[in-house]
């Protein structure tokens, strides 16, 4: 069994178009190649979405949480590409389905996504994820996503 992948920040902003304040995924750890793994996000208070989320009681969107889960998967599937430095393809959204939102997340809170390739067809992808904070579950979603030029 082979060792999981890990891609850092500067590699991830290599795989996906997204910058600041919209990046959401600050590590991905590939457990099996353009399948499954999990993106990490260190959830601080400088999150520009907590001045008005809420002030004095600063949660972090839903929304949010399910485009960290689809970021996530899409930086999974660029990251099995054989030219990840020269990859000119993006993720787009197109769905998504029976999204749940157990938990608040916090400043403070370490986001895990959790992804997992549940089909595939042409360059159509559907994912189901699960977003946890300390091994509980915060969120999860089905989406599906077309990679585009």
Request: charged fraction near 25%; hydrophobic fraction near 45%.
């Amino acid at each position: 069994m082979s060792e999981n992948k890990v891609y850092h920040i500067e590699e991830i902003m290599k795989m996906l178009p997204h910058r600041y304040p919209f990046l959401l995924v600050d590590r991905l750890v590939v457990e099996e190649p353009g399948v499954k793994g999990y993106g990490i996000k260190n959830v601080t208070m400088n999150e520009e979405f907590f001045q008005g989320h809420f002030p004095g009681n600063p949660v972090m969107p839903g929304v949010l949480q399910i485009e960290a889960m689809a970021q996530t998967a899409g930086a999974l599937v660029i990251s099995s590409f054989e030219n990840v430095e020269g990859n000119k393809k993006s993720v787009y959204f197109m769905s998504i389905d029976g999204v749940k939102f157990r938990k608040m997340v916090k400043p403070g809170d370490q986001l895990m996504m959790h992804v997992e390739k549940i089909k595939e067809r042409r360059n159509v992808f559907v994912f189901k994820g699960q977003s946890m904070v300390d091994g509980a579950v915060v969120s999860e979603a089905e989406f599906t996503a077309m990679i585009a030029d």
